[in-house]
């Protein structure tokens, strides 16, 4: 198939909200040409149900140490970090966390064994701090607090990013950015000071913000087109990316299409920090993928995708790895089901995709990867994944945070 431009993505936001009729089949597009037969729903590798208060939403998985790390909270009388070796099933190590009336929002590991950073946004402020604790549990250092934290890596070297941003009585805004080492939240060069008017427009590059990337490292951009004095006419607009950590423009490039570059661009207005997106066709018969310019291909699934259900769809997106995991659930009441007039056990099936780049070509069709089949039933679920491990948290039904199962996957 044949790629095109995002420019039918409008229209396509709109209708992701509005639940299939359960009389009409959508028509298998050929982009989602699909095997002969379904993926096997595969069973957890083992499970885990909390022994006091529920897990929360933040998980966080080192391959590397063979580790798996969990919040277990009540979010009253305690918070506590608790390791699970992934291989033997067993918690190795737990200890405790700041207020339980915190807002838990990241786990990462920093590469020292049980080392972790716990990103917490205060409920009152909304400012976050980045704390680092240690190998045995013990505070070992803070980063905040923030506006905002983020994480980035540059070959072997990984960073903690505190971005901050304030708005002066002019209305002018001042962005700050500074880099920690992540094992030891030592500095990492000067703090980056950008300024821009009241619309993020940069002075010094000149360039009109459009979305913070990579952990606040990178920023993808607009910029003016400059003058062409043989032709007496001014040039059109570009794209770049300006690197926060380098203090300059890494790469620019051509906007193909107006209607593409306006809808991509409302889609980072909607999920911040991304550099790619995921979306429902306008047709509904298939999933695209675009990329930073708006260049939209075609996603090739393992199941068809009429099967699904259009607004289950959640990503998520890790530009040091350069991959896309995302998911989507089983409609219980899909064109095969209604036809043999029974509901299917919605079933959750779990992607990835490498990060589509700037520079692909038209007609490059994009292959998902399918590494996961698993039972859904009322409740909604969280997932973490660092292959070949995925981590599922059995959310509550009727409540924002957490739930009291998780359950430890291994993919081929």
């Known amino acids: 198939m044949k790629a095109k431009q995002f420019g039918c993505l409008v229209g396509s936001l709109a209708l992701v909200a509005v639940a299939r009729g359960p009389a009409i089949a959508a028509p298998v597009s050929p982009a989602a040409a699909v095997a002969t037969s379904a993926p096997p729903v595969q069973k957890p590798t083992w499970v885990r149900k909390a022994d006091k208060g529920f897990f ?12 798996v790390a969990l919040i277990r909270t009540d979010s009253a009388s305690f918070a506590e970090l608790e390791f699970f070796d992934l291989v033997q ?21 920093t590469g020292q064994g049980r080392s972790v950073i716990v990103v917490v946004r205060d409920g009152k402020s909304g400012q976050r701090t980045a704390q680092r604790f240690d190998d045995a549990g013990k505070p070992a250092g803070l980063v905040g607090p923030a506006t905002d934290v983020g994480f980035a890596s540059r070959g072997n070297q990984r960073f903690v990013v505190r971005w901050d941003r304030a708005q002066d009585k002019k209305g002018q805004t001042r962005f700050v950015v500074a880099a920690f080492d992540l094992a030891t939240l ?8 950008l300024a821009s008017d009241g619309a993020d427009r940069l002075a010094k590059p000149p360039l009109a913000i459009l979305s913070w990337m990579d952990g606040y490292t990178q920023i993808f951009a607009q910029e003016p087109g400059g003058y ?12 770049a990316i300006f690197d926060v950590l380098k ?22 207005r909607r999920r911040p920090g991304r550099s790619a997106f995921a979306e429902v066709a306008e047709d509904q018969t298939h999933l695209d993928l675009a990329n930073g310019l708006g260049l939209a291909t075609a996603t090739k699934l393992a199941v068809p995708f009429e099967m699904y259900d259009l607004r289950s769809l959640v990503e998520s997106e890790s530009m040091s790895a350069g991959t896309l995991h995302f998911s989507l659930t089983v409609d219980p009441l899909n064109p095969a089901a209604l036809e043999k007039k029974k509901a299917d056990v919605p079933k959750l099936d779990l992607y ?3 990060l589509p780049a700037l520079t ?10 399918h590494l996961l089949r698993t039972p859904m039933d009322e409740r909604p679920v969280a997932w973490k994944v660092a ?10 039904k009727n409540f924002a945070r957490g739930g009291e199962v998780v359950e430890i996957y291994k993919t081929p």
Not at 387 to 396: D, E, S, T, Y
């Open 56 to 67: 929360d939403d933040p998980m966080a998985i080192d391959v590397q140490s063979g580790l």
């Open 89 to 109: 099933k067993t918690k190795v190590a737990s200890f405790p966390l700041g207020s339980p009336q915190d807002m838990f929002e990241r786990i990462e590991f």
């Open 186 to 193: 030592t500095p990492v060069g000067k703090p980056r000071v």
């Open 228 to 239: 062409d004095k043989a032709k007496d006419m001014r040039l059109p607009d570009r794209a």
């Open 247 to 268: 203090g300059e423009v890494t790469w620019r490039g051509d906007i193909p299409d107006v209607m593409g570059w306006s809808a991509v661009n409302q889609l980072r």
């Open 352 to 354: 990835w995709v490498p």
């Open 360 to 369: 692909r070509s038209a007609g490059v069709e994009t292959v998902a990867t």
């Open 387 to 396: 292959a070949p491990w995925v981590v599922i948290l059995r959310k509550f």
